[in-house]
C-alpha cells in the first residue's frame, strides 16, 4: 500500500511532463541497444546511429540498414504499431525490426535495470565530452532529464531473448503502398495496429 501510494504520489508530482509508461519502456529498450552498440562501435558512432528521439527516423541508423526498436512488458510478444510509415523501409536501405519483451522486476534483482540506471551506466561508458553533450541532447528531446531521473524508478529485465525480423515485403505491416493495393491510400488519415 506505501509503495502504491508513493508511487501515485511521484505521479502527481512529475505531472504532464512524465513520460507515459508506454514511452518509459520504449526509451529504455531503445537504450538498452544503444548500451550494446557502444560495446560493438566507437562511442561517437554508437551514440550518433540512435535517432529514436527523433520521431521522423527509424531508432537506429546502422549505416547500410535502419532498426526499428519495439519494446513490450506483453507476455506474448506484442507490439503496437504507431503509424502506416513506421516500417516502410527508407530507399535503398534494409529495415529490420527488433523485439524486446521486458518484465518488471524487484529492486533487488541482480539482472534488473531501470531508465535512471541505464542512463547513468551509459554516460559513465562515454569518455568524449562532445558525444555526452549529443547523448544527453539525446535523452532531453526524448523527455528524459536528470531533473525527472526519480521519476522512473521502476525497474525490468529481459523476459526473453531479443529477437530480430527483416522488414521485407513479406513482413506483416500495414504500409502506404499495401493500402494502395487495396484502393484505401488517402482513404485512410491515422492507423496503428499490434503485430
Known sequence: AVTSALRSFRDILSGASRM????????????????????????????AAWRGWDAAEHDFDLGDADLEVKTTTSERRQHRISSATQLVPSPGRNLWLLSLQVTAASEHAADATGLSDLVRRIENRIAEQEVRIAFSDRLRRARWTEDSAWAYSDRYRLRSEPVHFSVDAAFPSITPAKLETLGLGVEVVDLSYVL
Open 20 to 47: 507515459t509508461r508506454q514511452e518509459e519502456i520504449g526509451l529504455l529498450g531503445e537504450l538498452l541497444v544503444l548500451e550494446h552498440l557502444l560495446s560493438l562501435l566507437p562511442e561517437s558512432e554508437a551514440v
